[in-house]
């Protein structure tokens, strides 16, 4: 009896959770201008990680790219997008060898009456003296003054 109760103790069981990635890159479709983020979740807070951009690290300095670790969320966010950005974006766990890779796409250019308010100017018409508010998405003549 002494024995197996000896067994029993020396018995340990190993109830640590393996890293798994919950929450996987997903590929992105943007205009030029605009910001890119890649989102990823991990089953660990505070896990290192590594981004690349076609294999290659990512440079945070590089003053475009912001990295952020908020306990399991990993975020990559890629500013001011250009056509040049466009490629695959990789987050490497080292830790558990584990990692997630998505696209990025970047599509035309966003004009910047678009990026303006929605009412963002004021046309005179010289002929009948009177001024007008025209939306921009329609072009269409919303108020007179």
């Given amino acids: ?23 996987p890159l997903q590929d992105q479709e943007v205009m030029e201008k605009q910001a890119a983020t890649f989102v990823c979740e991990v089953s660990k807070p505070n896990q290192a990680a590594r981004w690349l951009r076609n294999g290659v690290d990512v440079v945070a300095a590089a003053g475009r790219y912001e990295v952020q670790v908020d306990g399991t969320r990993h ?36 004009s910047a009456c678009l990026r303006a308010p929605r009412f963002c100017f004021r046309r005179r018409l010289s002929y009948i003296h009177t001024y007008v508010h ?3 998405y329609s072009d269409k003549i919303v108020e007179r003054i």
């Fill in 1 to 23: 009896m002494m024995r197996m109760m000896m067994m029993m103790m020396m018995l340990t069981v190993d109830t640590e959770v393996p890293l798994e990635i919950t929450t």
């Fill in 75 to 110: 975020v990559l966010t890629v500013k001011d997008v250009e056509k040049a950005d466009e490629a695959q974006y990789s987050v490497h766990f080292a830790a558990a060898d584990l990692s997630s890779t998505a696209a990025l796409s970047v599509t035309g250019t966003v």
């Fill in 134 to 136: 025209v939306n921009l």
